[in-house]
């Protein structure tokens, strides 16, 4: 158990973590057969809210105060910006092979070292700018622009990697000065808020069935959360980061496994160079810091 309490158990919680948001994708994509990306993502962000809400309240500290921030608008900022990350994404999970829009994403790190030039006031070297370039080389490896015509939803996993970019920047500002349980539930309230002046506009009837899967999501995005908290309870942050993208790993395996999608060459390739980007920039940062 002492092991399990180190390195070893916050690496495992991280895969499992990692893991369980993969398969949140999968079913995003096999619902996006009867319903669009905004919508799966307004059923996910409110069955997270609704069992935020049930924990929250089996708490002592009473709801009103948990909610107590001294940044009101960037705790309904950041939530946005996840909606959007989730929402984008689904779109292109929705036309794209799982892996494939899975890689694509995970070019946010990148966008987080060019949004904190003019968010964070950081200065950004030569080193870290090669980085950038190379991680979107990675991108025109994986979606082969010349060949047989570029589909509109290889956008969908760059947009939602600058939202996240956005969000991750947003986190930093409020680590300051709030309380982690104060953003979670401004995290998974303000979804819901923001999803729900969404889906109007994308609205297709549901079937008992949706409702069911919605919350399947729902308890998978929130054994996701607590799995990343367990992680980084049991670990530092500087280890765990290059096991994020064993991401890569799940969603390779239930793209195959759900949906018979076998990865190209071209994506391993563009993968590899995008993950090698994504992990220089993250060194970098750590030595500069």
């Avoid at 994708?25 to 996006?32: F, I, M, P």
């Avoid at 996993?157 to 920047?169: D, K, N, Y």
């Avoid at 300051?176 to 297709?204: I, N, Q």
């Amino acid at each position: 158990m002492s092991t399990m309490r180190g390195p070893l158990g916050g690496v495992l919680f991280l895969v499992a973590s990692n893991g369980l948001t993969a398969s949140v994708d999968s079913v995003a994509k096999h619902l996006s057969r009867d319903l669009h990306g905004v919508q799966i993502a307004w059923g996910y962000a409110v069955a997270i809210a609704v069992a935020l809400l049930a924990w929250s309240i089996a708490r002592p500290t009473p709801l009103r105060q948990a909610l107590a921030t001294r940044r009101p608008a960037l705790q309904l900022a950041r939530p946005a910006m996840l909606m959007l990350t989730i929402s984008t994404l689904f779109v292109g999970i929705a036309h794209l092979p799982l892996a494939d829009a899975v890689a694509i994403s995970f070019t946010a790190p990148l966008f987080i070292t060019v949004l904190s030039i003019p968010l964070l006031g950081e200065r950004v070297g030569v080193h870290r700018w090669l980085a950038v370039v190379a991680g979107l080389v990675g991108v025109v490896v994986i979606v082969r622009p010349g060949e047989a015509g570029l589909h509109w939803a290889v956008s969908m996993p760059l947009v939602s990697a600058v939202f996240f970019a956005l969000f991750q920047i947003m986190t930093r500002q409020l680590a300051a000065t709030e309380k982690t349980t104060t953003t979670l539930l401004y995290t998974g309230f303000g979804g819901a808020v923001w999803g729900s002046m969404l889906v109007p506009f994308f609205w297709s009837p549901l079937a008992p069935g949706h409702l069911l899967v919605f919350a399947l999501t729902g308890l998978l995005g929130v054994a996701a959360h607590l799995c990343m908290i367990k992680a980084y309870e049991f670990t530092q942050a500087s280890l765990l980061a290059p096991f994020n993208y064993v991401k890569l790993v799940w969603a390779s395996l239930l793209g195959f496994a759900a949906f018979g999608e076998i990865p190209g060459t071209h994506v391993t390739v563009g993968a590899a160079i995008i993950v090698a980007s994504g992990l220089y920039v993250l060194q970098r940062e750590r030595r500069a810091r």
